[in-house]
Nanobody, 121 residues
Framework: QVQLVESGGGLVQAGGSLRLSCAAS????????MAWYRQALGKQRELVAG???????NYADSVKGRFTISRDNAKNSVYLQMNSLKPEDTAVYYC???????????????WGQGTQVTVSS
């Protein structure tokens, strides 16, 4: 019984910035890796950025130098700062986390409901 909720999406002009937030709640014992994925219309879901509990990060080549992923373990949250946005960044962005459930002691791959990011040209 865990939940991931994203926020911060919206409509922005090319070159603008957005900051996405994702907070995990529920029967959580621990959270390991966290990540942001996105899915554009007609395309496969792709990994945008990931971060380990130790702070190691990785990014898709298409967003390197523009996006920054970070996390706050005390708040069970992960963030994605998106700068220099391009129309190609338009997609639904999903929060992903590997969560250890408090009740069943099982690691599960959890997903948020998604937040829409639209970048106009």
């Amino acid at each position: 019984q865990v939940q991931l909720v994203e926020s911060g999406g919206g409509l922005v002009q090319a070159g603008g910035s957005l900051r996405l937030s994702c907070a995990a709640s529920g029967n959580i014992f621990s959270i390991n890796d966290m990540a942001w994925y996105r899915q554009a219309l007609g395309k496969q879901r792709e990994l945008v950025a990931g971060i380990t509990i130790g702070g190691s990060t990785n990014y898709a080549d298409s967003v390197k130098g523009r996006f920054t992923i970070s996390r706050d373990n005390a708040k069970n949250s992960v963030y994605l700062q998106m700068n220099s946005l391009k129309p190609e960044d338009t997609a639904v962005y999903y929060c992903n986390a590997n969560i250890l459930g408090l009740l069943d002691s099982r690691w599960r791959d959890s997903w948020g409901q998604g937040t829409q990011v639209t970048v106009s040209s």
